[in-house]
């Protein structure tokens, strides 16, 4: 399954309509604009104190060209588009906007397993080729090393906010370029072991391997569809039809009671990679992909996808599947050509408690008729919030 990325249907599960803001709560938010060096971040960069992420390297988007063109417009001065941060305590802050000018700066500054070496440089050619270590070993480039230092970054600093307010900063800064997974966004907030768990097993998971081009995604795509997965398999009872509040209550959930749920969502996690297996086996390239006037759509769909690798996440349902694969994908065919309602659900209104519940029944309902009892039910476990 080799979908170039961005072939991949409700890429967001986030709206404005899903946000319940009230006006007192932009009157308490502290907005502080400031302008602060390069040295001044980097340094902050250093001592941890911006969150980018664990392991930040895996989920760059920037080419290391765009990285170095980003570096040298800062020694050679110009202004260039400002970061927002969110303070989520004195003096440690999550990144709302300028992940990836953050990251660049921090391969180029502080990276000593894989440092930028900048390539590219149009204007300054005299670095061309060189690492921040490097520069800092020749004479000659002592005065631009401190201009670098010194050039100011435009810094805005959100203080005495809410999610449900980042989540609306977020979508609005981003409302005019390609939208980011809400899931880069829920990373920030809820801190922990969960999402670096998380991390770690969507970069080595196999089962994403088939599913995503390129693995980690940058823009943790992989993350959300885990979590997906992760709040439909032992929170499904909870689900009333919000997706980012059920996605952040699954993540700060898991968070808070890390040692209790680790064993279990170890398990979940093999049983993850097992209905994924399975569905690959069944549809082959075009798994999670609804079917449409006699054909399969381009795009992967994530409401497929939650339905697919819930069922087949169940050992016995995916061999007795996988014995039976071509009336499997007839069934499912069946369904998307003759139940009107089961395709709303995947296409239209996918957020929606009735519409879950629609396409969770109705493809069990097909699976018990296709190979018969013993498929689980949804939800099969009920773990409360």
């Not at 998307?336 to 009735?354: G, I, M, P, W, Y």
Request: hydrophobic share 40%; aromatic share 12%; glycine share 4%.
């Amino acid at each position: 399954m080799d979908d170039n990325n961005d072939l991949f249907s409700s890429v967001g599960e986030v709206s404005e309509d899903d946000l319940n803001i009230k006006p007192k709560d932009f009157q308490e938010m502290v907005v502080a604009p400031t302008d602060w060096t390069i040295g001044v971040l980097v340094d902050l960069l250093k001592r941890k104190k911006i969150d980018l992420q664990p392991n930040y390297q895996r989920r760059i988007a920037w080419t290391t060209d765009k990285m170095s063109k980003f570096i040298e417009s800062l020694f050679l001065r110009l202004p260039v588009p400002q970061i927002v941060l969110a303070e989520t305590q004195p003096g440690r802050f999550a990144v709302i906007d300028g992940k990836q000018r953050l990251n660049s700066l921090a391969r180029f500054c502080l990276d000593t397993k894989d440092p930028l070496r900048l390539k590219g440089c149009e204007y300054r050619s005299d670095l061309e080729n060189l690492t921040y270590d490097e520069m800092q070993q020749k004479p000659a480039l002592e005065g631009a090393l401190d201009a670098f230092q010194s050039h100011t970054v435009r810094t805005t600093v959100i203080k005495n906010w809410s999610n449900e307010l980042l989540y609306l900063l977020f979508l609005r800064l981003n409302q005019n370029s390609v939208t980011l997974s809400p899931q880069e966004l829920r990373r920030a907030l809820f801190p922990g072991p969960f999402v670096n768990w998380l991390d770690d097993m969507t970069t080595a998971s196999a089962g994403m391997q088939m599913i995503f081009t390129k693995v980690p995604d940058f823009r943790m795509r992989d993350m959300e569809v885990a979590t997906r997965y992760i709040g439909f398999q032992l929170f499904g009872g909870s689900y009333v039809g919000n997706m980012k509040q059920f996605l952040d209550d699954v993540t700060s959930y898991c968070t808070k009671d890390w040692k209790g749920m680790e064993p279990i969502l170890d398990e979940t996690w093999h049983r993850f990679e097992i209905g994924v297996e399975a569905t690959v086996k069944i549809f082959g390239y075009d798994a999670y992909k609804v079917w449409q006037e006699g054909r399969f759509l381009m795009a992967k769909n994530r409401a497929v996808m939650d339905i697919m690798n819930y069922y087949f996440s169940d050992p016995q349902t995916a061999a007795a599947a996988i014995q039976s694969a071509d009336a499997v994908r007839d069934a499912f065919k069946g369904l998307c050509e003759h139940n009107e309602a089961f395709v709303r659900s995947l296409q239209v209104s996918t957020k929606t408690e009735d519409a879950t519940q629609i396409r969770f029944n109705e493809w069990r309902h097909a699976l018990v008729h296709t190979i018969g009892n013993g498929v689980i039910q949804y939800p099969s476990q009920n773990f409360q919030f």
